[in-house]
């Protein structure tokens, strides 16, 4: 991988020499490596096995977080869109992490900012990825249908093509999805969502500045991004306390909350396999009887 990245820095004006290159732990796709040349250090991702576009579209996502001048996202100074069988190649700013006292409560606060800057629709104009798995965007008026349509159908499709759906499931899948009007909005306002904000994904760099990392960003009700973040062990209460204090999730959240989650458990149960099963069925048992 060395002398690709080495090439890769060499686009970017830095001629090296690499003096330390290590690996990073910690994501689901991409091999991940701290860089330090003489001149600079980065945090670098590079993956053969991706669509040419996959780094183009996570270096989307962070431009549109940065554009709402809310929460820190890491410069991004180079990627490329590899042919097939090349590598494709991040290189990002390095965050050195510095989690303090008051870390959880500026994210909330910022998350919120971010989540409260205007948005006009729901979507996106280009398709994006949830692990490896792409998702169809598309704009629409209504939260309720981009959700349905976008969202929870094309999980169905390939959970019936991948064999994931026993016929119970699946029967209580497709009921669930034509009564979703009982409990998701039409017009919630749209947020800037960071569309896949579990514990990996966020960090907390120098001066316990809270930084997003790895988005799939969409336009689309906060609460859903909320459900996210409590669906595996959840994030400090201080960061919730800060987030409602700026933007209340809405009366009903505690209704809609295992709905939103079951996006993110289908993402998963298509990824990797029956053992999120289970959690699926309790979403679906609870919400279409037994
Ligand atoms: P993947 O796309 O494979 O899921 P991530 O973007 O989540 O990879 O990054 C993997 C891990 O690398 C993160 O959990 C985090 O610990 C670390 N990391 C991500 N971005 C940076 C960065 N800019 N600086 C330092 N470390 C980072």
Do not use: C
């Not at 409990?183 to 960071?194: A, K, Q, V, Y």
């Amino acid at each position: 991988m060395k002398p690709v990245i080495q090439r890769a820095l060499e686009q970017l004006n830095d001629p090296g020499p690499i003096k330390v290159m290590q690996s990073v732990s910690g994501g689901d796709i991409n091999e991940a490596f701290y860089v330090r040349t003489s001149h600079h250090e980065y945090f670098i991702k590079a993956n053969t096995n991706v669509p040419s576009h996959f780094f183009t579209v996570e270096a989307l996502g962070l431009e549109r977080i940065d554009q709402t001048n809310t929460i820190n996202v890491p410069k991004v100074y180079h990627y490329n869109e590899p042919d097939e069988g090349e590598t494709g190649v991040l290189i990002m700013e390095w965050i050195e992490e510095d989690r303090q006292a008051h870390s959880a409560e500026k994210f909330g606060q910022n998350l919120a900012k971010m989540h409260l800057h205007p948005a006009e629709q729901f979507g996106l104009d280009q398709p994006t990825f949830i692990g490896r798995l792409t998702q169809d965007n598309s704009w629409s008026e209504s939260w309720l249908d981009y959700y349905r349509e976008n969202r929870l159908q094309p999980q169905l499709q390939l959970a019936i093509e991948s064999s994931t759906l026993p016929h119970k499931r699946r029967d209580k899948l497709e009921r669930l999805i034509s009564r979703l009007d009982r409990w998701i909005p039409h017009h919630p306002s749209p947020s800037l969502l960071h569309g896949d904000l579990w514990a990996g994904n966020y960090m907390i760099g120098q001066k316990g500045i809270p930084y997003l990392i790895d988005p799939s960003i969409v336009y689309g009700d906060h609460a859903f991004e909320l459900a996210f973040t409590e669906l595996f062990g959840g994030f400090p209460s201080t960061f919730y306390a800060a987030y409602q204090e700026m933007m209340p999730l809405p009366f009903e959240y505690e209704d809609m909350k295992p709905l939103y989650q079951l996006y993110y458990l289908l993402v998963h149960l298509n990824m990797f396999g029956e053992s999120y099963g289970p959690p699926v069925d309790r979403i679906l048992t609870r919400y279409t009887g037994g």
